[in-house]
């Protein structure tokens, strides 16, 4: 059984982390690496890492900057080490054919539930690590997840990349992929209850095996992740 997140100090980059390109961090409770230039991040062979932010963040620039996913895909992809990568553009690429005549908001539901089921059944077929885009600011989602995870042996891993609002919405602008203002503004504030949550000990639940906070400067510097016994 995993300890409780509030038993595990929250560690902030200057405690103990060199500013090294180089360095490797296996992540274990909460660690804040906010403004530090971390090489690499290593995770068990079989583990699953959400990538989680607010919309614009960065999260499918990560993933390809990562593993090389590529923003026209329609599948998932195969990544270093074994890891499949799921990003929820793969599932709208996929339906965009028959659906894009509509406006977006009336077949994002459908996205959504293609994209979770591809994690479904990755997480119950595929032997390798499992990667996942997901903005992580709904409760019930993280929740499934983890439980999916679990079910399958797998620890869960969360990487949380906090990007100002201002910075996440110049990038929606920047991709020509914008979310309405209310429902931006609604995922923002829920996006900072759960850095609140993590910050103070008391979330998410059920806890992950880790959480790891990034901004754009680590984001930046982060050249691997690595999946190895």
């Known amino acids: 059984m995993n300890p409780p997140l509030d038993s595990i100090p929250l560690y902030p980059p200057e405690s103990f982390l060199p500013e090294s390109d180089s360095f490797v961090v296996t992540p274990r409770g909460v660690v804040d690496l906010r403004g530090s230039r ?3 991040l290593r995770y068990p062979p079989t583990a699953t ?3 989680a932010g ?3 963040a960065g999260k499918s620039t990560a ?3 990562l593993f090389g996913s590529e923003p026209d895909a329609e599948t998932a992809l195969s990544g270093p080490g074994g890891a499949l990568v799921l990003d929820s553009i793969q599932a709208r690429n996929s339906w965009r054919h028959r659906l894009a005549w509509l406006p977006y908001p009336l077949w994002r539901p459908v996205v959504h539930l293609v994209h979770f089921r591809r994690i ?3 997480l119950r077929d595929h032997t390798g690590p499992v990667v996942v885009h997901d903005c992580g600011t709904v409760a019930f989602t993280r929740q499934m997840l983890t439980r999916w995870a679990a079910r399958r042996g797998r620890e869960l891993h969360m ?3 906090d990007v100002p609002a201002a910075i996440a919405r110049d990038g929606q602008y920047a991709r020509g992929r ?3 203002r209310a429902s931006f503004n609604w995922h923002v504030r829920r996006w900072r209850r759960l850095l609140d949550r993590v910050e103070s000990g008391t979330g998410p639940r059920p806890q992950p095996e880790s959480v790891v ?3 754009r400067t680590g984001i930046d510097h982060l050249h691997e992740i690595r999946f190895a016994p």
């Open 38 to 40: 971390i090489g690499e």
């Open 49 to 51: 890492v959400i990538f």
């Open 54 to 56: 607010i919309p614009g």
């Open 63 to 65: 993933l390809r900057k």
């Open 120 to 122: 479904w059944i990755a």
């Open 159 to 161: 990487v949380l990349l």
């Open 178 to 180: 914008r979310v309405g």
């Open 213 to 215: 906070i990034l901004d």
